[in-house]
């Protein structure tokens, strides 16, 4: 049996803040057990989040990545790269990580893109996880849209990116599952350059607004 399919449905939940408690409380609805990856597993943040998600346990990143048989990415630019390596290449190895990160640089007045049109988050992590089926979602919407997203005034689109098609479809299943329509597949892991360049255009209009729970829908899909 293949360490995937002796995890069974579980989700290893990497980083307990905002986007990892939203995403969390959507996998658990649809029957997964969370298990969540931190840093302290004591700690208040762990256990804020382990009382959101009834049924949730912590463990160190290693742990959690190696019992998941998907994992979440839900850590800051600032921390991608230490998470992923603290989580252990080897435990994500023939999984499917979802990546929602984006690659913002805070120390400005407002955010900023640290990196945009040759590279991405997204490919950063598919390339130190090259035996992961990392797909880019979720990043261009609040964490509070993430899960069972309602608008007053339509419906919005999640788009994704990834290069493995099975990935992606797994990833589009879930959305449904979390009350999104069909998401919108915009192609390879290097199309996360789009959706991170999209996720600072909705950071761009929160500022200028002092608004944050906008998103975004395509007009006129083909269908
Ligand atoms: N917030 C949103 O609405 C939103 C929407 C779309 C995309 N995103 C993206 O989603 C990601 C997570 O955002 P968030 O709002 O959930 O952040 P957050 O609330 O600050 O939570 C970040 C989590 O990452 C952990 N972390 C921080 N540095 C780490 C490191 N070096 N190694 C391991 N873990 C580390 C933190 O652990 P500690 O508690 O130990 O510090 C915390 O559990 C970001 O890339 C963000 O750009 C956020």
């Not at 939940?13 to 597993?41: P, W």
């Not at 120390?107 to 598919?126: F, H, M, N, R, Y």
Request: glycine share 10%.
């Amino acid at each position: 049996m293949s360490p995937t399919s002796q995890a069974g449905k579980s989700v290893a939940i990497l980083g307990n803040g905002v986007v990892g408690t939203a995403l969390a409380k959507g996998f658990a609805e649809l029957g997964y057990q969370v298990i969540f990856g931190t840093r302290d597993v004591q700690g208040e943040k762990t256990r804020a989040a382990l009382e959101a998600v009834p049924g949730s346990r912590a463990a160190s990143f290693a742990e959690a990545a190696g019992a998941g048989s998907i994992a979440v990415l839900a850590v800051p630019w600032s921390g991608l790269e230490a998470a992923i390596f603290t989580a252990g290449p080897d435990n994500l190895a023939g999984k499917l990580v979802i990546d929602p990160s984006n690659p913002l640089d805070f120390s400005g007045d407002v955010p900023k893109l640290d990196i945009s049109s040759t590279d991405s988050a997204g490919e950063l992590v598919q390339r130190l996880l090259p035996r992961s089926q990392v797909v880019k979602a979720f990043n261009i919407v609040t964490a509070t849209h993430m899960v069972h997203p309602r608008l007053p005034d339509g419906t919005p689109d999640m788009l994704i990116a990834g290069n493995d098609e099975a990935a992606k479809q797994r990833v589009a299943e879930l959305l449904e599952g979390f009350g999104w329509r069909t998401p919108i597949d915009v192609g390879p892991i290097t199309a996360s350059r789009l959706l991170e360049a999209l996720a600072m255009l909705w950071v761009t209009y929160g500022f200028r607004n002092d608004h944050w729970t906008h998103a975004f829908s395509l007009l006129g899909q083909k269908r």
